[in-house]
């Protein structure tokens, strides 16, 4: 796919995410995302053409424009949503808005699951990751056994997930709350994606949580507190735990799915990593 080079002189930078950084364009129309050096530029293409998928389906996400580079790094842009703050922004300088816009937050995820996908456009979430499970070499036998196992079995009702679930990938400009990165978009169980809240609530490290979501870890716990019950429909404890537990062969799949697509499968796999494998596969 045709690649357009842009000068990062007509654009700064304005947030930055766990794979990619975003810039504003200095006349005020677009907003450019930039994958990190290293990632294929296959990601970016297959991002546009999903958010192509989106916008034209009718979900509120911004307009994707073209394809761009740097000369380094390969990525999108798009409409630039004017006055737009993420979830997490608005957490971050608005602490009272916590409980509200958690709530608010699992209506919207509701409504994304309980959309219908068009799975000739739309990937297979099980397949997308069975295809990075299958390029990790250096995954120990016994894990990536268990997970494509897991696959094998897995439920795959035929609605959208956004497939990168979380406060920082939904915007509002005060009128409008729209998705972004949704690059990862697909069709599936919830799971896959209320793996990747609980995950990332529960066991994200302290600088992690800080650089991606802009809020302490204390307070991006409790935004699953707020979040479980509304997205679930109860409070009753002892269901919430059954809950949570049944995400755990989803968190761990997802994230070899993530580590493989990243590339850094190929480097091998960390102590840390390897320790939340078997807690999650219960090994």
Known sequence: ????????????????????????????????????????????????????VVYESGLPTP?????????????????????????????SQ????????????????????????????????RELVRAELLKFDTLPIEYRDR????LDSCPAPKTCLHGDLHI??????GQRDLWIDVGDFAWGAPEWDLGMIYQTTHYLSPERTQSIFHLDTETYRRHWDYFAPAYYGTDNPEELAAKERSLYP????KLAYIIGKLGHG???????VLHMFGLFLGM
Do not use: C, W
């Open 63 to 91: 307009k994707p424009i073209r394809l761009i580079t740097d000369g380094t790094r390969y990525g999108t842009e798009y409409e630039l949503i004017l006055n737009k703050r993420s979830y997490t922004r608005i957490i």
């Open 94 to 125: 608005e602490p009272d808005k916590l409980e509200p816009l958690s709530k608010r937050f699992a209506v919207l995820a509701r409504q994304i699951h309980q959309t219908p996908a068009d799975t000739d456009k739309l990937p297979d979430m």
């Open 250 to 253: 989803y968190i761990a799949t």
């Open 1 to 52: 796919m045709k690649y357009e080079k842009i000068n990062l002189e007509d654009y700064f930078q304005t947030g930055e995410g766990g794979t990619a950084l975003t810039y504003n364009h200095k006349d005020g129309n677009t907003l450019a995302k930039l994958f990190m050096p290293g990632v294929a530029a296959e990601t970016a293409e297959r991002e546009f053409h999903i958010n192509q």
């Open 266 to 272: 190929a480097k091998g796999v960390s102590d840390r």
């Open 147 to 150: 997970m494509l196992a897991f």
């Open 168 to 173: 920082g990938n939904i915007i509002t400009d």
